[in-house]
């Protein structure tokens, strides 16, 4: 017995030691009930720094994360435990990570009773509002609440809470709840937050939220408790949304909540920079929200007018079902901040999702409408006229993430037929079919200068890999003969012509139909878009239509004529390097060394030009030129032709120069007679001569210049008429000095000539020539030592009429004829004969 007794009060010395003395109190109880508020409290670090339990009293203070403290005092029963302690709150700052914010309380009031069995009573000032409040607590549960302040702060409240001050604002709260009781439950809360505002740069630090510049809010609300069942309402006001939550209900027992809802956003494109979508307009929707926690069950239903018709939804805990009942598209297109291209339209479609995160679901879409003609007009530049009602079908499949779908677009304008479409919803890689259909090209600008109606019908394949942002497309149409075939694969692009019709091509671009036939291939290679680096090649073989060219231009071929072209060329960047040679009927023009900037329109080119026959180009000039044409030269165009140019013909030098409409030609040594030739005109002249020509082309004015040192005149009418005259020939006579001056008008070419030899002197001044009629209207003079004659020159330029005028040399040597019989016998004889002598002298006798 002694020696339990001395074990027990022994045990008793140790306790009254650890609760009574600092020691003890200091080194075992205030570390261990630390250690307990460390395991019950984990989110907040309490931490006791006085702990004085006496008989019948209780003394102890701490902290709260180190910046709350607390006190509490006041008598205290242990057996069985209860207490009645005054205690004291006050803070001037919370911390929250490694943040401070300003949070200022101070606040007392008394905790009377047991630890599952309290009354807790308080007021003072916290949060910058005066603050009441009491509370009732039975078995540890809360049983009666009541609470009210005035101002309080939002941000020292969510500082308080353990959050960022993500918003600021003023609260005024009022709670009365006289029983939580579990079968009977009544009282409620009120609540409005005024001058409310969100901290955009915290929400954007923390969560990487954009906010829009408008962020003040509202927030109002009423709880009220109803059995077991939470009832109330609330409504956010703000200049983004208006959202108001109305017959609230939830059960806390069940961990139900239901409630209605209406949301409504004045301007959609005010909360781009927070949903990263350009979305214009106002919206208005209306729905039940229904969750069971429980069996974590969410089901959301909304309803929206915005658009016309109905726009409707129901969410099914991953389940999506979607309407669009008689949705304007006008409406639609307004909505994504597109132009108003529809006039009129209505869209019907259904959307079914089993499972939004596994991605499986169907969808149905029809939409019929009619075009904004002015607005299509200005977006593609196409005038569709009356062609402006247009259809669209489409349906798909989603499963495990791939949408298999197809589309088919109907309209006058244009049909377009998307099939076996995929796309990976995940990654927004893609690839399908198309063709595209156009009735009538005519109706798009490009080719609105059409000749007659043509309908194209192109078919292909394309992908899209969003990875490489790669986009490809590949196809081909037969619609113009042959085979068209493209292939562009985001960087390059590829253009092949085999055998296609000419003149399908040029009659679509607008051009006359003067091909009897037209065959062309070609190749355009563009390797590297970007930097608009490639090569093409490009044959041509078509037969002109005498017919056509006759009717559209007044050239008359006899027969068809024949054209060949080839060229090949290189891009890079803004320039094009090209040769190319051009062979027809009338001959060969070969352009090498071509080079074409893109970005100043500017041409430049060496160039080779040879006729065989000039003859050949009589249905293209009207007049029967003769003889080959060989020239080489240069040709620029910056704005205006610039072409220069030579050449070895007719025995001598040819140059040229055209700039614009300016025409220099200049000749050395030529030989006149194979000139006059070649401008089919009977030579009258043999020798070498230089000119020089300046000619506008726009005008059709100018001037020529012909000069020579030495020429004879060639056996001809002229030369037998000018010797019988002067009882000699004059052929044989070397004119040492030539000059010829010619001033061209639109129709007359007025001109004076002079010759000068060792016993004759030749003149003409004033002739005329008539291009139009190509006649010739000149007198030569031809002054003999003294004796002057004069014969008229007319009629066509080709044979022109040799007709003497009675001068007085001519006068006194026919008198002298008439007296000598022998003479005027020969005379009789020779105008017998009908040769150019004998008509000249019928008319003198």
Not at 216 to 225: A, E, I, P, S
Not at 240 to 269: A, G, Q, V
Not at 569 to 593: I, N, P
Not at 599 to 619: K, T
Request: net charge positive; charged share 25%; glycine share 10%.
């Amino acid at each position: 017995m002694k020696k339990t007794l001395a074990i027990l009060f022994g045990t008793l010395a140790v306790i009254a030691a650890i609760l009574f003395t600092p020691p003890g109190r200091s080194l075992v109880l205030i570390p261990l009930a630390n250690a307990y508020l460390h395991h019950t409290l984990p989110n907040h670090r309490v931490e006791l720094d006085s702990l004085k339990p006496r008989l019948n009293t209780l003394q102890l203070s701490g902290t709260v994360d180190k910046t709350i403290r607390f006190e509490a005092a006041g008598p205290v029963r242990w057996i069985p435990l209860s207490f009645d302690l005054g205690y004291r709150v006050n803070a001037k700052e919370v911390s929250i990570g490694t943040e401070r914010y300003p949070v200022k309380l101070d606040l007392q009031g008394r905790l009377k009773g047991k630890p599952a069995d309290m009354t807790v009573t308080g007021a003072g000032r916290g949060f910058d509002a005066s603050l009441h409040y009491a509370l009732e607590m039975r078995e540890g549960k809360v049983l009666g609440l009541k609470a009210d302040a005035k101002g309080a702060r939002v941000d020292q409240l969510l500082a308080f809470a353990g959050k960022p001050p993500y918003a600021t604002g003023m609260l005024d709260l009022k709670a009365e709840i006289p029983s939580i009781d579990a079968t009977v439950q009544k009282g409620g809360i009120d609540f409005k937050v005024n001058e409310g505002r969100i901290d955009a740069r915290l929400l954007k630090k923390d969560f990487g939220i954009q906010l829009p510049p408008v962020r003040k809010y509202t927030l109002q609300g009423r709880l009220r408790l109803a059995g077991k069942l939470l009832k109330g309402e609330a409504a956010l006001h703000s200049g983004l949304i208006d959202l108001s939550l109305k017959n609230f209900r939830s059960d806390r027992k069940l961990k139900i909540f239901k409630s209605d809802y209406r949301l409504e956003i004045p301007e959609l494109s005010r909360l781009k920079p927070l949903t990263h979508t350009a979305l214009y307009g106002p919206w208005k929707m209306a729905g039940t929200l229904y969750l069971d926690r429980g069996k974590e069950l969410l089901q959301l239903t909304g309803v929206s007018p915005s658009l016309e018709g109905k726009t409707r939804f129901f969410y099914d805990n991953g389940a999506l079902e979607l309407s669009l009942k008689q949705v304007g598209i006008p409406s639609l297109l307004a909505l994504a901040g597109e132009p108003p291209l529809a006039r009129s339209g209505k869209i019907d479609a259904t959307a079914r999702f089993q499972d939004l995160k596994k991605l499986e679901g169907r969808y149905t879409l029809l939409a019929k409408g009619r075009w904004n003609r002015e607005e299509l007009l200005k977006l593609v530049g196409t005038d569709p006229g009356k062609a402006l009602d247009f259809t669209l079908q489409s349906q798909g499949r989603l499963h495990k993430s791939l949408l298999q779908a197809s589309a088919d677009y109907r309209s006058p304008l244009l049909d377009l037929v998307l099939s076996d479409l995929k796309y990976e919803w995940i990654s927004g890689a893609m690839e399908g079919k198309y063709r595209l259909i156009f009735p009538d090209l005519r109706r798009l600008k490009l080719f609105a200068k059409a000749r007659g109606s043509y309908r194209a019908d192109l078919k292909g394949e394309m992908s899209y890999l969003p990875v490489k942002k790669l986009l490809r497309v590949e196809g081909e149409t037969v619609s113009f003969g042959g085979r068209i075939h493209w292939r562009y694969s985001g960087a390059s692009l590829e253009l092949t012509l085999k055998n296609t019709d000419g003149r399908k091509l040029s009659s679509l671009a607008g051009l006359p139909p003067l091909w009897k036939k037209a065959t062309l291939n070609g190749k355009l290679n563009l390797k590297d878009i970007a930097r608009k680096s490639g090569d093409y090649t490009l044959n041509l073989k078509a037969l002109a239509d005498p017919k056509a060219l006759k009717k559209l231009c007044g050239i008359r071929l006899g027969r068809p004529l024949s054209l060949k072209v080839r060229s090949d060329g290189h891009f890079l960047g803004s320039e094009l390097t090209l040769q190319s040679d051009l062979e027809s009927g009338w001959g060969v023009l070969k352009l090498r060394k071509g080079r074409y900037l893109f970005d100043s329109g500017r041409f430049r080119s060496l160039y080779a030009l040879n006729i065989p026959d000039l003859s050949r180009l009589q249905p293209l000039t009207g007049r029967r030129y003769r003889g080959p044409l060989v020239v080489t030269g240069r040709l620029d165009w910056a704005g205006k032709l610039h072409v220069t140019g030579s050449g070895k013909e007719w025995g001598g030098r040819l140059d040229y120069v055209l700039d614009g409409d300016l025409l220099r030609i200049r000749t050395q040594g030529m030989e006149i007679a194979r000139v006059m030739k070649a401008l089919d005109i009977s030579p009258l002249l043999t020798g070498k001569a230089q000119s020089d020509l300046r000619y506008n082309l726009q005008s059709e004015r100018g001037n020529l210049k012909v000069e020579s040192q030495g020429i004879r005149l060639v056996q001809s009418p002229l030369t037998q008429v000018a010797s019988l005259l002067l009882k000699r020939d004059l052929s044989r006579e070397l004119f040492s000095r030539v000059i010829l001056t010619a001033q061209i008008e639109k129709r007359p070419i007025l001109f004076d000539f002079h010759a000068t030899s060792s016993r004759t002197r030749l003149e003409i001044k004033g002739g005329k020539i008539d291009r139009i009629q190509q006649s010739i209207d000149a007198v030569l003079k031809i002054d003999d030592h003294g004796h002057q004659y004069m014969i008229r020159i007319h009629g066509p330029l080709k044979h022109p009429a040799m007709t003497p005028i009675m001068t007085q040399a001519l006068e006194h040597k026919i008198e002298k004829v008439i007296k000598n019989k022998k003479i005027r016998k020969k005379i009789d004889k020779v105008i017998k004969g009908g040769s150019p002598v004998g008509k000249f002298l019928q008319k003198l006798f």
